[in-house]
């Protein structure tokens, strides 16, 4: 290498996924996305209490656990450390915590914590050089499936508590079934202002069962619209997975009769609904890159999970996204542009 190529070397840096440049590092997004969940944690635990503190703590506590471990081994063994801040472990530490049911036990959520940092974040990372599936969304679909079994055929206490067995009587495909279904959201007394809330509130504004990231739908629904905007999220799958869940929840209610308002705050307004599409859903690396693509990963996931929601599948919306994960590289391929600086040529020769 001459002297001039020597001084010049270090002008240009080739920067890391994601390639569009939004303004800051990969880092400091992460740090601006764990700011905004906190918001949605804070409402989470006033609306839920205690617990749902302990969940998020739980979660947060043991990624952290386990990245600490592999960034000293890795230092140990002469690796270059697979994350330089602790920033996106946090962000899949408040992911789970906020993606867990209030009810389900402690230890539950510190082993989804686990699985999505040490296997669908680091393993999935080493092994595949890319991550397919969203973490926290594979890691609790696969412990809940498995709890599923357990309940079934061993009617474990633990598994039963994750899996709602009285999921199994709700009847959302008539209007009287689904409105009494709903018997969960209301009632409740907002503290402080001391009113009794319908369900429909409820599941807009005060939520104490379900996720807790979804304590306050409202509240998830303006934090996610910042994070949106300011994060440049991608907005597409965002608009196209609520907008499918709104029309399909309307247009639900006007054919079976009810209160189409209610079928909206249900279908669109719970967290595992309005959280997963804001937080979950844009992904960067488990979701498309092509804008059409987007648009039609939207409206899949939605179709999916409304039809999963009305068949009383728990934790149906994690299913049908890491169902999408998995059409992700094919929904890539569907918009194949020509290499930049590319020109056919006009001549002749």
Known sequence: MSEKEDETSGLYKVGDPPHI????????LMLKTFLLMSI???????VMGIQALFHILIALGTVLIVHGTMDSYQKWRGIKPTYDSPASPLVAG??????????APYLV????????????????????????????????????????????????EIAARVYHPHHQELDLLSAEGFEGAMWIFRGETVPLLGAEVSATQ???FWQTHGWIGG???????????????????????ILSTLGTMTILAVGT????????????????????????AFFMATEPQSTPMPENSQYIFGISLAILTFVLQIY?????????????????PLLDMIVIKSPYGHRESKGGG
């Not at 949605?40 to 006033?46: E, Q, R, T």
């Not at 079928?263 to 959280?275: K, L, P, Y």
Request: hydrophobic share 55%; net charge positive; proline share 2%.
């Open 21 to 28: 440049h939004i303004g800051f590092d990969k880092n400091q």
């Open 40 to 46: 949605i944690a804070y409402a989470s635990v006033m």
């Open 94 to 103: 408040m992911i789970v915590g906020l993606c867990m049911p209030i009810a």
């Open 109 to 156: 959520t510190a082993v989804v914590a686990f699985l999505t940092m040490f296997v669908f974040k680091y393993m999935q990372g080493k092994y595949f050089d890319h991550k397919y599936l969203n973490p926290a969304a594979t890691s609790k679909s696969v412990l809940f499936l498995a709890l599923a079994g357990v309940f079934r055929f061993v009617d474990s």
């Open 202 to 204: 409820g599941l807009f």
């Open 215 to 237: 304590a306050s739908g409202v509240v998830v629904l303006i934090v996610g619209i910042v994070a949106a905007y300011w994060l440049r999220y991608k907005w597409r799958i």
């Open 253 to 276: 209610g006007l054919y079976l009769g009810g209160d189409p308002l209610l079928r909206v705050a249900f279908h669109v307004f719970t967290g595992s609904v309005i959280f997963m």
């Open 312 to 328: 009383n599948v728990v934790g149906g919306s994690l299913y049908a996204l890491v169902i999408m994960n998995m059409a992700t």
